[in-house]
């Protein structure tokens, strides 16, 4: 997984991540499945121009969901917390 663009493909804007970003300087963003913690930090520091502390990562399973009489399952994704320096700063809010 080379390409950076690959790695990162959406922040996650949820009252829980705006939260998260207030009060511990964390974001949260979806990134590829197959992208391991290492990948995901140079990621954001290339792509935002901040210094990144921590990465946690959690696997979230597709859930079942049903339409009429048939069942399928959303895909499989993967959340990366990151943990900003204190000097960092990023609010994607601003930007829109």
């Excluded at 499945?33 to 696997?59: H, M, P, Y």
């Amino acid at each position: 997984m080379k390409n950076i663009f690959e790695v990162v493909k959406r922040p996650r804007l949820t009252e829980k991540s705006m939260g998260l970003q207030e009060a511990h300087n964390q974001i949260v963003l979806q990134v590829d499945r197959r992208a391991n913690k290492d990948e995901i930090k140079k990621a954001v520091e290339s792509l935002f121009s901040v210094k990144v502390e921590k990465v946690r990562t959690a696997s979230m399973p597709g859930r079942r969901k049903r339409m009429g009489k048939y069942v399928g399952t959303t895909s499989d994704r993967k959340k990366a917390f990151v943990t900003l320096s204190s000097e960092s700063k990023l609010d994607f809010l601003e930007e829109l």
